[in-house]
């Protein structure tokens, strides 16, 4: 049993999940914890034959999101995060609104938009630097926040207008 008195100098535990589809699984429960520490509604569709893993929204509002992850670290600092469908094939345009990329030995989400990754299989982000291509897209979890615009009516009614019948 683990002594109360060392809990809060443990070292951070890194996950060793060694099978692809259960590191995607928890890579995905991880997501939609981080989407609710965010205040953002998150809903899981049922089954995986989906393009998109987790929808994030309000009626009016949804935005389906695909979530990677990777502990693929290259020698430079970046990591590289495979973006691919079946077969190892980019996704078809529409396939999902957002791209979540968990860099998982940082604890760095990459929230980026499906048009910046059009085409690609795979992306490289680096979280250690802010001048990246990706870095304004890390933890950008207010792009998912977005509710839908609101019309703002405004009326006065005026006293001396004549009714022509529309309402008598």
């Keep these: 049993m683990t002594n109360p008195k060392d ?7 890194k996950p060793k999940i060694a099978d692809k589809k259960r590191r995607g699984e928890w890579a995905e429960l ?3 914890v981080r989407a609710i520490d965010h205040d953002l509604p998150v809903s899981k569709p049922w089954g995986d034959s989906r393009t998109y893993d987790c929808v994030v929204g309000w009626p009016g509002r949804f935005v389906a999101v ?3 992850s990777t502990t693929l670290e290259l020698e430079e600092g970046g990591y590289t995060c495979c973006v691919c469908g079946a077969r190892n094939t ?16 940082d604890d760095a989400w990459y929230i980026i938009p499906a048009e910046m990754i059009e085409g690609q299989v795979r992306v490289t982000v680096y ?7 990706y870095a304004p897209y890390r933890e950008a979890w207010h792009l998912l926040g977005v509710k ?7 009326a006065c009614a005026d006293p001396n207008y004549e009714s022509q019948g529309a309402f008598d």
Aim: net charge positive.
């Design 127 to 133: 979280p250690q630097s802010g001048k990246s291509k």
């Design 148 to 154: 839908e615009e609101t019309i703002d009516i405004r």
């Design 66 to 68: 695909q979530v990677k």
């Design 30 to 32: 991880h997501f939609m």
């Design 90 to 105: 980019p996704y078809p345009p529409g396939s999902f609104d957002f791209l979540a990329a968990y860099v998982i030995w």
């Design 7 to 13: 809990w809060k100098n443990r070292k951070k535990r």
